[in-house]
T-cell receptor, first 113, second 114 residues
Framework: SQQGEEDPQALSIQEGENATMNCSYK?????LQWYRQNSGRGLVHLIL?????REKHSGRLRVTLDTSKKSSSLLITASRAADTASYFC?????????????FGKGTRLHILP | DVKVTQSSRYLVKRTGEKVFLECVQD?????MFWYRQDPGLGLRLIYF???????EKGDIPEGYSVSREKKERFSLILESASTNQTSMYLC?????????????FGEGSWLTVV
């Protein structure tokens, strides 16, 4: 079953605006990561937030985590054309004795010139 | 610079053919993964390996097998390719303890089965 679910599925904004994507999950997690995928390419790691953290920054990226609501958000400030990509959240959860990483279906972000 | 290399970027194979997708990582990672990615379905885990000669089934292992004879190399095998295996295949690797560690992905292999 799907763990992380991104919202919205697709988002179009003007260059320079901020883009916000959300991720909800169902079970307890160890950490949550966000990845970017340019069209037809592999995934690139953006940022990791641990379950005991509430907010994390990396350049123009800001990630929040609310474990009580089982949700995370990724904010990209001052968007650029190069930010056009799909964004995935991935949750690390321990199931039995095994760590398991589960990816959501992604949000397609399109930055309009 | 860390690197996960998938040997074939684009492949076209016939139904019933045996297909090998090769993946090599140069980061001395213990874990290696094979995912397939389809529109609307996201990434789905096929198999993973946490050590040489070790393998675990993921969510959709049917129709696939894997081989990990050396730490740096993880192969995905389609014993008899079918059209519903047309997809983008992504290899990834990470250190053993997933907590706090990043997963690194290859560039993907586009497989078309005709």
């Amino acid at each position: 079953s799907q763990q992380g679910e991104e919202d919205p599925q697709a988002l179009s904004i003007q260059e320079g605006e901020n883009a916000t994507m959300n991720c909800s999950y169902k079970t307890s997690i160890n950490n949550l990561q966000w990845y970017r995928q340019n069209s037809g390419r592999g995934l690139v790691h953006l940022i990791l937030i641990r379950s005991n953290e509430r907010e994390k920054h990396s350049g123009r990226l800001r990630v929040t985590l609310d474990t009580s609501k089982k949700s995370s958000s990724l904010l990209i400030t001052a968007s650029r054309a190069a930010d056009t990509a799909s964004y995935f959240c991935a949750t690390l959860t321990a199931m039995n004795r095994d760590d398991k990483i589960i990816f959501g279906k992604g949000t397609r972000l399109h930055i309009l010139p | 610079d860390v690197k996960v290399t998938q040997s074939s970027r684009y492949l076209v194979k016939r139904t019933g053919e045996k297909v090998f997708l090769e993946c090599v990582q140069d980061m001395d990672h213990e874990n290696m993964f094979w995912y397939r990615q389809d529109p609307g379905l996201g990434l789905r885990l096929i198999y993973f390996s946490y050590d040489v000669k070790m393998k675990e089934k993921g969510d959709i292992p049917e129709g696939y097998s894997v081989s990990r004879e050396k730490k740096e190399r993880f192969s995905l095998i389609l014993e008899s390719a079918s059209t519903n295996q047309t997809s983008m295949y992504l290899c990834a690797s990470s250190h053993r303890a997933l907590s706090g560690n990043t997963i690194y992905f290859g560039e993907g292999s586009w497989l078309t089965v005709v």
